[in-house]
């Protein structure tokens, strides 16, 4: 093995995917928490409500994910300086917007797939509105939102490479800089270029990671269907 | 209170318009070369689905194996890698493509995977019987694709296709990290110059929200234009 691809897998290994996986943990707990609200939230029959909750979905959902995050990073210390935020966690926020969209309307499909009797018989039982959905209706809907959920992550996983557009270090802005490093005259670099194999290299991590997970996702799919 | 916030809309609604009479022309070429590659990248994809969608369904041999291959490589790697990889990796084997082909082509690969796995799920889905009953008439193997599996499986498969042609046009924002001036390039390009972020930030998701809304309130004109009957 050549010597120069030891120091820089140690970098992109140890600084990169430490972010990426950093990154996506994150997004996807928010991801989780903001979007399982927001969708059962949405099957309460109020219009007025109803309509925020539309609308925040619409929007994370229609924009592109690289332009929410440049509005978070750019646009909102333009607005205010005090909402100022680093590149690492300007990605996240974006990335959970953007998930938590698409976890509450796969929550409202299923929330609103538990049968009527079992919010009648959690009434029953003496459940109001909160415990009847945190004991009794989540935790069946769960079982048919594990299959989006391992799908978001795979996407989140994929997604957090927007972050490298605003600087931060996750796997393909470490791989991005070891490529320039190498390439940059002797005392600094070795003046030779290997952005086939670096990049290459990134995209058979993320292969490796993802694709155990969209098998896993294809499973519980047909398992739970 | 209202008052007060009244009039800071207002006067945020007057730097907007002026915003984009001063910078309309640079954003609307910026758009044109969006809707441009979309176009392009969205035919392409069409093409690929169509005839690896096909092979799929059908278990051609070879071309389905291959097809399968390329389907799980590019959707279980982030586009942005496979971005940099055209255009900033293949220069190093000898392969040098200048910005755009790089744009369309890497919207048009992405789009491509995603839509062979829409219309294979779309053409699986068309019943045994009805190519059974296609055979049963006479019909060879390619006649019963194109006069039964075909419009059939294409009408199920519409409503997806459309969602990845959706992404594929939000996908070109990502063109930004080769310079390739389109929408997003633009409007950077434009706040780096006037500092105006707010402004900038507000009209480029405006225009995308437009594009992409009008898109979703299209596949479901279409899904009802197009619905099977007995699904209706």
Known sequence: ?225 | MTAHLAILASSFLGDLWTYVSDYGRELAFGLRRTIQVSAIAIAGAFFIGLVLGAARAHRVPVVSQLAAVYVEVIRNTPILVQIFMLYFALPEIGIRLDAFTVAWLSVMLWGGAFNTENFRAGFEAVPERYREAAFGLGFGRVAAFVNVTLPIGGRIALPSSINTYISVLKNTSLLYVISYPELTTTALQINALTLQTVETFTVLAVIYLALVWTMSAGIRLLERHLALPEAR
């Open chain 1, 1 to 225: 093995m050549p010597e120069w691809v030891r120091p820089a897998a140690d970098y992109m290994f140890h600084e990169g995917l430490r972010s990426t996986l950093e990154i996506a943990a994150i997004s996807l707990v928010g991801a989780l928490v903001v979007g399982i609200l927001l969708g059962t939230l949405l099957t309460i029959d109020f219009r007025p409500l109803r309509a925020v909750i539309r609308l925040y979905i619409e929007v994370w959902r229609g924009l592109p994910i690289l332009v929410t995050i440049f509005i978070i990073f750019f646009a909102l210390p333009a607005a205010s300086p005090s909402l100022e935020f680093s590149p690492l966690t300007s990605a996240a926020i974006g990335l959970i917007l953007w998930g938590s969209a698409q976890v509450a309307e796969a929550t409202r499909g299923a929330v609103g797939s538990i049968p009527r009797e079992q919010h009648e018989a959690a009434a029953a039982l003496g459940f109001g509105w909160v415990g009847r959905h945190v004991f009794v209706i989540l935790p069946q809907a769960f079982r048919r939102l594990l299959p989006p959920v391992v799908g978001l992550l795979v996407n989140i996983i994929q997604n957090t490479t927007i972050a490298q557009v605003i600087g931060a270090n996750e796997l393909l802005e470490s791989g991005e800089r070891s490529v320039e490093r190498l390439t940059a005259p002797p005392p600094i670099g070795l003046g030779e270029v290997h952005a086939f194999e670096i990049y290459g290299a990134v995209m058979v991590v993320f292969f490796a990671i993802s694709f155990p997970l969209t098998r896993l996702a294809a499973y519980l799919e047909r398992r739970l269907a």
